[in-house]
């Protein structure tokens, strides 16, 4: 199995200022993903997480309010852009591993 | 979009209790994922199940591939104060990628 380290596991941001949430995998993994957990929901996939090229993006998520890297085939980050209170939400990382998909234990952004 | 109905919403159950939960949807899924989150914590993966038909343990908990692969069900035995939490199902429609497709979760909270 694979073990996902985040951070900040939480943290409380200011109106229109950015976050950069880090994601750490133990192992080398072939897919890293970014969701968010809005208060009481499910999961929503923001994006895949590519190693050397541009993320991919689902509907409804744009580059510029959620610019993701992706240096190598362990680490990624999230950066959360121009927040808002809407952005508070949970934030989670998960990989691709032996043919499963681990979670980190998510960064809990609140937004005043 | 693809859509995973999940229920109950949440349930009221004594410890001791068995539970059940299940996830119905008109695609087919190729897997079908169940997963715990507990309060603070990403989810974690309780089942995995990758064939129509396949009725798979984990301890008390049973979990069962429906054979026209559009549903899926979790049953819990004999429930213990730390089962409560979210537990979420979630599909994969693809092996080609890993996007998975989320149910809305069932909170089980055990009376006291």
């Known amino acids: 199995s694979a073990v996902i380290s985040q951070k900040p596991s939480r943290d409380i941001c200011q109106r229109g200022t950015s976050l950069t949430i880090q994601c750490q995998v133990d192992s080398q993994v072939t897919m890293m993903f970014w969701y968010r957990q809005q208060p009481g929901q499910s999961l929503t996939l923001i994006a895949t997480?590519?190693?050397?090229?541009?993320?991919?993006?689902e509907s409804g998520f744009v580059i510029d309010k959620f610019p993701i890297s992706r240096p190598n085939l362990t680490f990624s980050t999230l950066t959360v852009s121009n927040m808002s209170p809407e952005d508070s939400s949970i934030y989670l990382c998960?990989?691709?591993?032996?043919?499963?998909?681990?979670f980190g234990e998510g960064s809990r952004l609140t937004v005043l | 979009g693809q859509q995973l109905n999940q229920s109950p919403q949440s349930m009221f159950i004594q410890e001791g209790e068995d539970v059940s939960m299940n996830c119905t949807s008109s695609s087919i899924f190729n897997t079908w994922l169940w997963y715990k989150q507990d309060p603070g914590e990403g989810p974690v993966l309780l089942i995995a199940?990758?064939?129509a038909g396949e009725l798979t343990s984990n301890g008390r908990l049973t979990a069962q591939f429906g054979i026209t692969r559009k549903d899926s069900f979790l049953n819990i035995s004999a429930s213990i104060p730390s089962d409560v939490g979210i537990y979420f199902c979630a599909g994969l429609l693809s092996d080609s990628n890993y996007q998975l497709i989320w149910g809305a979760g069932t909170k089980l909270i055990i009376k006291p």
């Open positions: 998960s990989a691709r591993g032996s043919g499963e998909l681990f």
């Open positions: 199940l990758y064939k």
């Open positions: 997480a590519n190693q050397g090229s541009e993320a991919t993006y």
